[in-house]
């Protein structure tokens, strides 16, 4: 069994927090978690959400007598709150492990270090989400196979190995990086498509005030590459301004591209037009679906239902029917109205073969499978 914590501070009661907490306990890696969030309505629905199972009124409350510490609010809300968690530090386990989840590293942790928590703080970014916040939307799935990278300095090998353990026994991918190199990596791979996302659809916006065929027309495609652009623009005015210094060069490079992209297709260059997609097709298709470590894998597959009641057990009684095993379901948001989708997800890759053969039989149609 991996470590135990037997008392969590969660500050900030949200979607991450709120998934983290649940992955926690359902993993059996914490006993009791006591929930500290400027709103009150947040505290309330992480308690009857089971994400909690007490308030702290205040600060000092939560932090006495924990052994773990998660700041799961947005950066610059975590930034300051460091040094108010280091006044009632004292009250703490003496042992307690310090972590949060922010998009960005290297500023929490340059902030853990001045406010003298080094000793205690490891940082960490789950790399999973949604476009959705607030702690209704918390689930311990989002959790299980994400990659959740931590930010170790050279001596917190011991801290690092710990928690690391814990999130892996909770179903996380864990991979140790860089504070500097994580912020230039989540740069590229979200901060800059986030912007791009909203940008494409400011563009549609635009035009759909010429005409409402722009909106009437826009499908799977265009909401699939626009779905982020429907998160919350608070947290990610913070999470750029914050890694701006990152964001900046890759812009550049990026209007150097689409600069290219305009000569090509004004010169009706075909081959190169038919080289550049190929190329994106081909390192796409091999991006990693599946972890392949000594962490367990999940196989999922995403099943588009009709949007009913009791779907879920009709689905599970007929793989059920097949022997094939479940490890979790569960539904996801609905992108068309009479149409759900239903995650499912499998301890081995027989049950998830077997899981897209029976369901494509019975004529459900897959969406995902990784
Ligand atoms: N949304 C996503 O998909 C991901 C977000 N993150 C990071 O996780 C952190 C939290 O984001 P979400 O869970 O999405 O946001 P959220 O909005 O769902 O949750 C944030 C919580 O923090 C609370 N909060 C705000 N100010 C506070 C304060 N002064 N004191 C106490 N509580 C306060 C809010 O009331 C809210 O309950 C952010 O730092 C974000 O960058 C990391 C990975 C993915
Ligand atoms: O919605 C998605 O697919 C995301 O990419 C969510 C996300 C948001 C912020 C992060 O720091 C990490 C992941």
């Given at each position: 069994?991996?470590?135990?914590?037997?008392?969590?501070?969660?500050?900030?009661?949200?979607?991450?927090?709120?998934?983290?907490?649940?992955?926690?306990?359902?993993?059996?890696?914490?006993?009791?978690?006591?929930?500290?969030?400027?709103?009150?309505?947040?505290?309330?629905?992480?308690?009857?959400?089971?994400?909690?199972?007490?308030?702290?009124?205040?600060?000092?409350?939560?932090?006495?007598?924990?052994?773990?510490?998660?700041?799961?609010?947005?950066?610059?809300?975590?930034?300051?709150?460091?040094?108010?968690?280091?006044?009632?530090?004292?009250?703490?386990?003496?042992?307690?492990?310090?972590?949060?989840?922010?998009?960005?590293?290297?500023?929490?942790?340059?902030?853990?270090?001045?406010?003298?928590?080094?000793?205690?703080?490891?940082?960490?970014?789950?790399?999973?989400?949604?476009?959705?916040?607030?702690?209704?939307?918390?689930?311990?799935?989002?959790?299980?196979?994400?990659?959740?990278?931590?930010?170790?300095?050279?001596?917190?090998?011991?801290?690092?190995?710990?928690f690391a353990e814990v999130l892996a026994h909770a179903g996380s991918r864990v991979r140790f990086m860089d504070a500097k190199e994580h912020d230039r990596v989540v740069a590229?791979?979200?901060?800059?498509?986030?912007?791009?996302?909203?940008?494409?659809?400011?563009?549609?916006r635009d035009l759909a005030n010429q005409s409402a065929a722009y909106t009437e027309l826009a499908a799977g495609g265009f909401r699939d590459i626009t779905r982020i652009a429907?998160?919350?623009?608070?947290?990610?005015?913070?999470?750029?301004?914050?890694?701006?210094?990152?964001?900046?060069?890759?812009?550049?490079?990026?209007?150097?591209?689409?600069?290219?992209?305009?000569?090509?297709?004004?010169?009706?260059?075909?081959?190169?037009?038919?080289?550049?997609?190929?190329?994106?097709?081909?390192?796409?298709?091999?991006?990693?679906?599946?972890?392949?470590?000594?962490?367990?894998?999940?196989?999922?597959?995403?099943?588009?239902?009709?949007?009913?009641?009791?779907?879920?057990?009709?689905?599970?009684?007929?793989?059920?029917?097949?022997?094939?095993?479940?490890?979790?379901?569960?539904?996801?948001?609905?992108?068309?109205?009479?149409?759900?989708?239903?995650?499912?997800?499998?301890?081995?890759?027989?049950?998830?073969?077997?899981?897209?053969?029976?369901?494509?039989?019975?004529?459900?149609?897959?969406?995902?499978?990784?």
């Amino acid at each position: 069994m991996a470590s135990h914590f037997s008392r969590m501070c969660l500050i900030g009661c949200g979607l991450i927090g709120g998934s983290l907490s649940l992955a926690l306990q359902k993993a059996g890696a914490v006993s009791r978690v006591i929930g500290y969030d400027k709103s009150p309505e947040a505290l309330r629905e992480a308690r009857a959400r089971g994400v909690i199972h007490e308030t702290a009124e205040h600060l000092e409350d939560g932090v006495r007598f924990a052994d773990l510490i998660v700041l799961a609010a947005p950066s610059p809300v975590v930034i300051d709150l460091l040094v108010e968690v280091k006044k009632h530090i004292y009250l703490a386990a003496p042992d307690v492990l310090i972590t949060d989840v922010c998009s960005t590293k290297k500023l929490v942790q340059d902030r853990a270090k001045q406010c003298d928590l080094h000793e205690h703080f490891l940082g960490g970014h789950p790399m999973a989400g949604s476009e959705k916040s607030g702690v209704q939307a918390a689930d311990a799935l989002l959790l299980e196979n994400a990659v959740y990278v931590l930010t170790p300095e050279k001596d917190q090998d011991e801290k690092a190995r710990r928690f690391a353990e814990v999130l892996a026994h909770a179903g996380s991918r864990v991979r140790f990086m860089d504070a500097k190199e994580h912020d230039r990596v989540v740069a590229a791979i979200s901060h800059v498509p986030h912007l791009i996302a909203s940008t494409l659809v400011s563009q549609v916006r635009d035009l759909a005030n010429q005409s409402a065929a722009y909106t009437e027309l826009a499908a799977g495609g265009f909401r699939d590459i626009t779905r982020i652009a429907s998160a919350d623009p608070a947290l990610w005015s913070d999470i750029t301004l914050e890694n701006q210094a990152e964001i900046l060069p890759l812009l550049d490079d990026w209007i150097r591209r689409i600069n290219t992209l305009k000569t090509i297709l004004s010169s009706r260059e075909q081959t190169h037009l038919h080289q550049f997609f190929d190329d994106a097709r081909v390192f796409r298709d091999a991006l990693p679906a599946r972890s392949t470590g000594a962490i367990r894998a999940v196989f999922a597959v995403t099943v588009s239902v009709p949007d009913e009641p009791g779907i879920i057990g009709r689905i599970a009684m007929l793989l059920g029917e097949h022997h094939i095993s479940i490890r979790n379901i569960g539904i996801l948001e609905s992108r068309e109205e009479d149409l759900g989708q239903l995650l499912l997800q499998f301890d081995t890759i027989q049950f998830h073969d077997e899981a897209i053969y029976v369901l494509q039989g019975e004529g459900y149609q897959i969406i995902d499978r990784v």
